[in-house]
């Protein structure tokens, strides 16, 4: 796991408490983690169009791999940054977006978050909020992401599912979760 500066707080750390894996089995969450991170490597190897080993069609992440090939191939247009982990020095948290990409049909910079389980979670966009907000507060452009969305990719290959978070409100309950967080744990 990577190396976080002191004194800052993840942005998934807050949400953390949100998320009951209680009843899923240890050997299972560990799988599901790692196969997460493969997934996330194949897809930043796919979108930088570096060169990859085929995969072993055995290992459970050519699935999601294939599904995000088929919406990246049709959905983006170019990739503005990929796999960046940010810091605000004002909030004094960090966290990791997977892309910002441009879509076809438009000029604005999308930040997009890899999700692997079947079932959306309510905490994805409170998370999309907070990288957003990361983004644009670090943005040396001035043109600011306004979009953010959950991609779900499918475990069989297919379609993935986008998730697009539109409540502006996502970001103040965001807020509320870190400060609640931070009065209960430091």
Not at 25 to 49: F, I, M, Q
Not at 54 to 76: M, P, R, T
Not at 113 to 140: C, F, G, H, I, R
């Amino acid at each position: 796991m990577e190396k976080i500066r002191e004194g800052f707080t993840r942005v998934t750390e807050c949400l953390s408490v949100y998320n009951d894996f209680s009843m899923i089995s240890p050997a299972v969450l560990k799988n599901a983690c790692e196969r997460g991170t493969r997934v996330h490597r194949y897809a930043e190897l796919y979108a930088n169009d570096e060169y990859f080993p085929d995969l072993d069609k055995s290992d459970e992440a050519c699935g999601y791999l294939e599904s995000f090939k088929a919406w990246f191939d049709a959905a983006v247009k170019r990739v503005v940054s990929l796999e960046i982990r940010l810091y605000s020095d004002v909030l004094k948290l960090t966290g990791a977006i997977d892309a910002v990409v441009v879509i076809h049909g438009s000029e604005e910079p999308v930040i997009v978050d890899y999700k692997t389980p079947a079932m959306e979670s309510k905490s994805w966009a409170l998370q999309t909020a907070a990288y957003k907000w990361l983004y644009n507060e670090q943005a040396s452009t001035e043109i600011l992401a306004k979009r953010r969305i959950a991609l779900m990719l499918k475990k069989d290959g297919s379609k993935a599912k986008v998730c697009e978070y539109t409540n502006s409100g996502d970001l103040k309950t965001y807020m509320g979760a870190l400060e609640a967080y931070r009065h209960f744990y430091g």
